[in-house]
């Protein structure tokens, strides 16, 4: 399976942008790049994904680079409630149930 | 809309015993994945059922067992527990072979003695 590396922590101050990067040098070419974030004592949420084009929702904006080993989830403004662990992993079309996981980032939002 | 659903949410087992985990997913949705989550790691691929049938497995032994029923409840059954299956499990429900999000429920807390 194709994986995925995170720095293991970032700190941000509130109301303040975040940029927070993952590697995937060995994504084929239907895997889609989807990002969770896990909040303490709960299961994991649903931030955003793509395939090849940038994203963006309510939550987040998804940057794909253009090889696409590479990505950034965006929050645009911090809050304190923002403060998880972000997993970013790939999601491939044969087995679209399985979600590899790494260890994610943990991100900090200082007040 | 109901959300994913998962029981008991804690649980304390001796080594050697057996347990049955039990999710219910998310209105709609005929796709159920199931993960291991140590304390500070990323959740791990367990299995997926989808219609009823394991249709992907992660790399956990035969030990490790699942049924998805025809509502799409599902269980997850461990035999012959050992102290490192403490961890806690997540179900996921989806769209079959849909590439947007999963829902987790909240898991279960399994402990070994």
């Known amino acids: 399976d194709a994986k995925t590396t995170q720095p293991n922590s970032m700190e941000s101050n509130e109301e303040e942008p975040v940029h927070l990067p993952c590697n995937h040098s060995?994504?084929?070419?239907?895997?889609?790049i989807h990002w969770y974030r896990q909040l303490p004592s709960q299961g994991p949420e649903y931030v955003i994904h793509g395939l090849t084009s940038n994203v963006n929702n309510r939550m987040a904006s998804l940057a794909i680079a253009e090889d696409r080993k590479s990505s950034t989830l965006i929050l645009h403004r911090a809050t304190l409630r923002d403060a998880a662990v972000y997993y970013c992993?790939?999601?491939?079309?044969?087995?679209?149930?399985?979600?590899?996981f790494g260890d994610g980032t943990t991100l900090t939002v200082k007040p | 809309e109901t959300g994913v659903t998962q029981s008991p949410t804690h649980l304390i087992k001796t080594r050697g015993q057996q347990v049955t985990l039990r999710c219910s997913s998310q209105s709609g949705h005929n796709t159920v994945s199931w993960y291991q989550q140590a304390l500070g790691q990323g959740p791990q691929f367990i299995f997926q059922y989808y219609r009823e049938e394991e249709n992907g497995r992660g790399n956990f032994p035969p030990r490790f067992s699942g049924l998805q029923f025809p509502n799409y409840s599902s269980e997850l059954n461990v035999n012959a527990l050992e102290l490192d299956d403490s961890a806690l499990y997540l179900c996921?429900?989806?769209?079959?072979?849909?590439?947007?999000?999963?829902?987790f429920g909240p898991g279960t807390r399994l402990t070994v003695l």
């Open positions: 060995t994504i084929s070419g239907t895997d889609y």
């Open positions: 992993i790939l999601r491939g079309n044969t087995n679209a149930g399985k979600s590899t």
């Open positions: 996921a429900s989806s769209l079959a072979l849909a590439f947007g999000e999963q829902f």
